[in-house]
């Protein structure tokens, strides 16, 4: 062989035998990729492994703690997972026990779960259906089911279903529609008139005592606007108006006159309310109507009457001014003319004929002094003058200062008097009759008057307690009539505790006393503050 050939031998040699190492080292490193990708694929698969037992433990216990029941059953009703929930719901004793779900069903309700069972086959699912069940525990229940299709490979093989027990929303609901129909019965037939309108005035319901109280039916007013249709014309801007403040969420009551499909014209007392939609807006309003025209016939009567009194209490105290002046007119006279005859015969008349003439005297003072007396208690209530604030400490502080008082008899402030609303003077009367009426009356070496007054709510209580001679129980209600007095003489005519007990009347107060004879008597009046 010659050299050229035995080179070219070698080289093709040494080609082969670098080819050969280069490989095996793409094979080593295509080795190393594999066990390091077998690695990584090992890992995955373990942290996929993972991942699936820890989402197949949390939906477990999702089955598990969900609030309603979850139920699983076979096509033939059989049950095949249930969670805790169900349990209960269904009376069961674990949720391992063997039971069919169509048994428990209400057998008059079974057909028509029997069609809803095949529509769900055909739809694959169904929803808002309510079925009525007899648990285990023998409890009839009515549940709501949400139910679909479980497939395998496109094929059912079983049924999944969310069941709630509606038992109680459905007796609530029917607790709801039983309490508004009553109130829908009860608004019906009230004797006020109940109408409701929307934002633009139409009317949208009415009940029979609106259409009782209007004359129209429910067709003549249901759409219509009310305001162009129930009030008269002169009414018409006072309804838009009180319209337009309950669009704006204002509530009052008001009077309105309006007109019956008759033409009739009554009065109404509404009372007009917003009316609100779920989410607080006003969609209209609602007005309750009385009818008040027997009331305002009444009322306008009452005027009539007031006004006629008014006028008969103006003639009778010109008639009492008049009666008085005509009375002391001729008492006067004769006081005149006996005057004279005890100048004209004096010395000449025996001593029996003077005691009866100066009795004579003494009558005719007494007969004064009663006309006078008669003259005011009919003043008292009449010509009223307004009610101001009057500070009883003062006048009658300065009251005492004036009234004669023997120095025998003390009076006593045992607290400060308030300020009432009244009319001075005739409160002035008051203090004044029932602290002469006092000092009259004490027959002690020494005399006491205290003057106490007490705080209670809406009135003030006055007392005037003195140590005189008292009255027998059987007295206490007679001396506040007229003409009625325990002590005979010219100064006590039986009107003044009548004058006092009117007056007090008037500030909307009351008189009583407590009194025990030779221990001394309390008169106790109230005045409205």
């Given at each position: 062989?010659?050299?050229?050939?035995?080179?070219?031998?070698?080289?093709?040699?040494?080609?082969?035998?670098?080819?050969?190492?280069?490989?095996?080292?793409?094979?080593?490193?295509?080795?190393?990729?594999?066990?390091?990708?077998?690695?990584?694929?090992?890992?995955?698969?373990?942290?996929?492994?993972?991942?699936?037992?820890?989402?197949?433990?949390?939906?477990?216990?999702?089955?598990?703690?969900?609030?309603?029941?979850?139920?699983?059953?076979?096509?033939?009703?059989?049950?095949?997972?249930?969670?805790?929930?169900?349990?209960?719901?269904?009376?069961?004793?674990?949720?391992?026990?063997?039971?069919?779900?169509?048994?428990?069903?209400?057998?008059?309700?079974?057909?028509?779960?029997?069609?809803?069972?095949?529509?769900?086959?055909?739809?694959?699912?169904?929803?808002?259906?309510?079925?009525?069940?007899?648990?285990?525990?023998?409890?009839?229940?009515?549940?709501?089911?949400?139910?679909?299709?479980?497939?395998?490979?496109?094929?059912?093989v079983a049924a999944q279903g969310i069941v709630r027990d509606i038992t109680l929303q459905r007796k609530y609901r029917k607790g709801l529609e039983t309490e508004k129909l009553k109130y829908y019965n009860i608004i019906s037939n009230m004797n006020l008139g109940l109408v409701e309108v929307d934002l633009d005035d139409r009317i949208i319901m009415v009940n029979q005592s609106l259409l009782n109280m209007t004359g129209y039916t429910e067709e003549e007013l249901v759409g219509k606007h009310g305001v162009n249709l129930l009030p008269i014309d002169d009414d018409r801007d006072l309804l838009e108006e009180k319209i337009n403040e309950r669009r704006r969420g204002k509530t009052e009551s008001y009077e309105l006159r309006i007109k019956k499909k008759d033409g009739e014209v009554r009065y109404w007392l509404v009372s007009g309310a917003p009316n609100y939609d779920l989410d607080g807006n006003i969609t209209g309003s609602i007005g309750i109507n009385f009818d008040i025209t027997e009331l305002k016939n009444l009322q306008l009567q009452k005027e009539n009457l007031l006004e006629k009194l008014a006028k008969s209490n103006d003639d009778l105290q010109e008639y009492a001014h008049i009666v008085s002046h005509d009375l002391k007119s001729p008492l006067r006279s004769i006081n005149a003319l006996v005057t004279w005859v005890k100048q004209d015969n004096e010395g000449k008349l025996d001593p029996v004929t003077m005691q009866n003439l100066n009795l004579v005297d003494v009558t005719l003072e007494k007969m004064e002094q009663l006309i006078t007396d008669v003259l005011n208690y009919s003043s008292v209530g009449t010509n009223e003058n307004e009610k101001v604030d009057v500070d009883l400490?003062?006048?009658?502080?300065?009251?005492?200062?004036?009234?004669?008082?023997?120095?025998?008899?003390?009076?006593?402030?045992?607290?400060?008097?308030?300020?009432?609303?009244?009319?001075?003077?005739?409160?002035?009367?008051?203090?004044?009759?029932?602290?002469?009426?006092?000092?009259?009356?004490?027959?002690?070496?020494?005399?006491?008057?205290?003057?106490?007054?007490?705080?209670?709510k809406s009135h003030y209580k006055f007392s005037i307690k003195d140590n005189g001679i008292g009255i027998e129980k059987k007295y206490h209600d007679k001396i506040f009539k007229i003409f009625h007095s325990l002590k005979k003489s010219k100064e006590s005519s039986g009107i003044g505790l009548s004058i006092v007990k009117k007056i007090i009347g008037l500030h909307e107060g009351k008189i009583w006393l407590d009194s025990e004879p030779n221990l001394g008597t309390t008169f106790y009046f109230t005045l409205k503050k």
């Open positions: 062989m010659s050299q050229d050939k035995i080179d070219m031998l070698q080289r093709a040699l040494a080609r082969e035998k670098l080819a050969r190492k280069q490989a095996e080292k793409i094979l080593e490193n295509k080795a190393a990729e594999l066990y390091e990708a077998k690695q990584a694929l090992e890992k995955s698969y373990a942290e996929l492994e993972t991942l699936l037992n820890k989402t197949d433990s949390q939906l477990q216990g999702v089955f598990e703690n969900i609030v309603d029941a979850y139920v699983i059953i076979d096509l033939q009703g059989n049950i095949l997972k249930v969670n805790d929930a169900a349990v209960s719901l269904l009376g069961l004793s674990d949720s391992k026990e063997d039971f069919n779900l169509l048994e428990m069903v209400k057998p008059n309700e079974m057909e028509r779960v029997a069609q809803s069972f095949k529509m769900l086959l055909n739809t694959g699912s169904i929803t808002d259906f309510s079925v009525t069940v007899i648990t285990n525990k023998n409890i009839e229940k009515l549940v709501h089911i949400n139910a679909s299709i479980i497939y395998d490979d496109g094929i059912p400490d003062v006048v009658i502080t300065e009251l005492v200062k004036i009234m004669y008082k023997p120095d025998r008899i003390k009076i006593s402030f045992l607290n400060t008097l308030p300020v009432v609303k009244g009319d001075k003077t005739k409160l002035q009367q008051v203090f004044q009759n029932l602290i002469s009426n006092s000092i009259k009356f004490i027959d002690k070496d020494f005399g006491t008057i205290d003057i106490d007054v007490e705080d209670l």
